[in-house]
């Protein structure tokens, strides 16, 4: 089993970038993203987060490495809590009333299609 930094250093290898760069868009110091992948430190859970919401991967993939919990190979219903438990907050408040209206139209629309059957 492949420890975290191991799997940070694998995605990042798989974008082709370099540690410098990843550290530039993490805003992290080289040295520390180096220290990262070696599992010489231990990010906190606000850089975990950054990393995971970089590769678009969730963070029990980076901690726990069960290749399962990529976003892109998660259930339609995983991938809407994730959003939900992850990255709301990333929205403006805007955004999420019309997430939140759109929700509620395809709410109505299974409705209406189970009340016609």
């Known amino acids: 089993m492949s420890t975290f930094g191991e799997r940070v250093a694998k995605l990042r290898t798989e974008k082709k ?4 760069e990843l550290a ?3 805003q992290l110091a080289k040295s520390t993203l180096a220290m990262y992948e070696t599992d010489k430190r231990e990010p906190g859970f ?3 987060q950054r990393i995971a919401d970089f590769f678009q991967v969730t963070t029990d993939y980076l901690l726990l490495g069960r290749e399962s ?3 892109e190979e998660m259930s339609p219903r995983n991938q809407l ?3 939900f438990f992850y990255e709301l907050d990333k929205l403006s408040d805007e955004d ?3 997430a939140l209206e759109h929700i509620k139209y395809l709410r109505y629309l299974a409705e209406k299609e189970q009340n016609q059957k």
């Not at 970038?17 to 410098?20: E, H, L, T, V, W």
């Open 69 to 71: 919990t990529r976003s």
């Open 24 to 26: 530039s868009h993490l």
């Open 17 to 20: 970038m370099s540690q410098a």
């Open 46 to 48: 606000e850089t975990i």
């Open 81 to 83: 809590e994730h959003i």
């Open 96 to 98: 999420k009333h019309k």
